[in-house]
């Protein structure tokens, strides 16, 4: 891939690029929407991810190209104009992450050329947004020399999203791809960012990525909706817990103070949150002792929980979750990611794989009116350099 990069750059920028980095995209074992209730999340990063290419220019030029949307051509904007433009389409991502370093790094004084390509499937909730975010930060922390550490450039790629683009999200995504290990997930406490690299060791099993392939759509003002929800709910138990954040109480004391939520949508948002941290602590304990099975149970529970409390599931995940829950070495099925739409993971059994893949492309065919893709990656690196 890197080598027809290199060319197409040529082509493009009539120069040879100097500096070559990759970014993962990321799979959430467990621990969902719970990155901005303070609460655990579980991903790892994956191979597919996203390639950049870059080279300094001798303007304030800056020019991206993405092989993804040749379509959309060069975007081409101004190292001194770095204002969100619904023109720009994808290339807003790279926009922010530039405008948020400019303003901590003055030595980013001339405009560079920066080719793109990604394999991470589009709108698959495998956090190709992340892995652009992240892949351009560290050419231009490479590019300029900068003293940037990963976490900075994490909290840089979040604050696009929040502050730029206008999705509330956590800062899972980003520190997944910004610190990933390979063959590690990352059990990550968001209220803290403590964190523990902890090995995706799953004996006979494997993980394997189902994709809807549904086309997404107003994931992001569900996604919103879905945060105000639990701040809403978060400000009905603090009239009685003095607490930051809504993972900060466990189930038991939930349970007890769950009368102070008067809403009864926000009530069920919270039973989520806090139900699904349990769980992710829980599913950290099972796979550091092998007890894959009762790790596969929490994976089903977690779906069912995004399916009925936080209704962020839908047909589509449903219906590869359950019909992948059914089948004979399937140990256990969720959604990954925002949901909605995109894709979600089976804990499998390796004999299994095929058949796991033909009855889930049967089934869901037949309801659905169109295929399931599949995928089996290994778990990757964070971003990084490639020269
Ligand atoms: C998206 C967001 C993350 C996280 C997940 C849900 O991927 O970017 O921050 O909230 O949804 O767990």
């Known amino acids: 891939m890197l080598e027809s990069i290199k060319t197409k750059f040529a082509t493009i920028f009539d120069s040879e690029p100097t500096h070559y980095a990759f970014a993962p995209g990321r799979i959430n074992l467990i621990g969902e929407h719970t990155d901005y209730n303070g609460g655990y999340v579980f991903p790892a990063a994956i191979e597919l991810g996203t390639y950049g290419l870059a080279r300094k220019r001798e303007d304030n030029k800056i020019n991206v190209y993405s092989l993804n949307f040749e379509e959309k051509g060069i975007i081409s904007f101004d190292l001194n104009n770095l204002a969100y433009d619904e023109n720009h389409?994808?290339?807003?991502?790279?926009?922010?992450?530039?405008?948020?370093?400019?303003?901590?790094?003055?030595?980013?004084?001339?405009?560079?050329?920066?080719?793109?390509e990604g394999n991470i499937p589009n709108g698959a909730s495998l956090s190709s947004s992340a892995s652009i975010e992240l892949v351009s930060g560290w050419l231009i922390k490479s590019l300029f020399d900068l003293e940037l550490d990963r976490l900075t450039l994490v909290k840089i790629g979040q604050k696009v999203e929040n502050n730029y683009i206008g999705v509330n999200s956590g800062i899972m995504d980003q520190f997944v791809?910004?610190?990933g290990k390979s063959e590690h997930a990352i059990l990550l406490d968001t209220g803290t960012l403590k964190y523990d690299y902890v090995p995706a060791y799953f004996g006979d099993y494997v993980i394997s990525i189902m994709n809807t392939n549904k086309r997404r759509s107003l994931t992001e003002s569900k996604y919103n909706e879905r945060r105000a929800e639990c701040e809403a709910a978060l400000a009905s138990l603090q009239q009685e817990l003095t607490i930051e954040h809504l993972c900060d109480i466990d189930v038991a004391t939930f349970e007890r103070y769950q009368y102070l939520i008067d809403n009864a949508t926000n009530l069920k948002r919270a039973r989520h949150a806090i139900s699904e941290n349990e769980r992710t602590k829980q599913a950290h304990e099972m796979l550091s002792n092998n007890q894959f099975t009762?790790?596969?149970?929490?994976?089903?529970?977690?779906?069912?929980?995004?399916?009925?409390?936080?209704?962020?599931?839908?047909?589509?995940?449903?219906?590869?979750?359950?019909?992948?829950?059914?089948?004979d070495g399937v140990l256990g099925a969720r959604m990954t990611g925002a949901g909605f739409a995109g894709c979600a993971i089976a804990l499998v059994h390796k004999d299994s794989v095929?058949?796991?893949?033909?009855?889930?492309?049967?089934?869901?065919?037949?309801?659905?009116?169109?295929?399931?893709?599949?995928?089996?990656?290994?778990?990757?690196?964070?971003?990084?350099s490639l020269n």
């Open 89 to 116: 389409d994808w290339a807003n991502y790279v926009k922010g992450v530039i405008k948020y370093l400019v303003a901590s790094f003055p030595s980013i004084n001339q405009g560079f050329d920066i080719v793109y």
């Open 177 to 179: 791809i910004g610190l």
């Open 294 to 327: 009762a790790f596969g149970q929490l994976l089903n529970d977690s779906h069912e929980s995004l399916k009925n409390d936080y209704e962020v599931t839908g047909l589509e995940l449903d219906t590869l979750a359950e019909t992948a829950q059914s089948i």
């Open 354 to 384: 095929k058949a796991l893949e033909q009855e889930v492309t049967a089934t869901y065919t037949e309801k659905i009116g169109y295929a399931p893709s599949f995928y089996h990656v290994n778990i990757s690196d964070g971003v990084k």
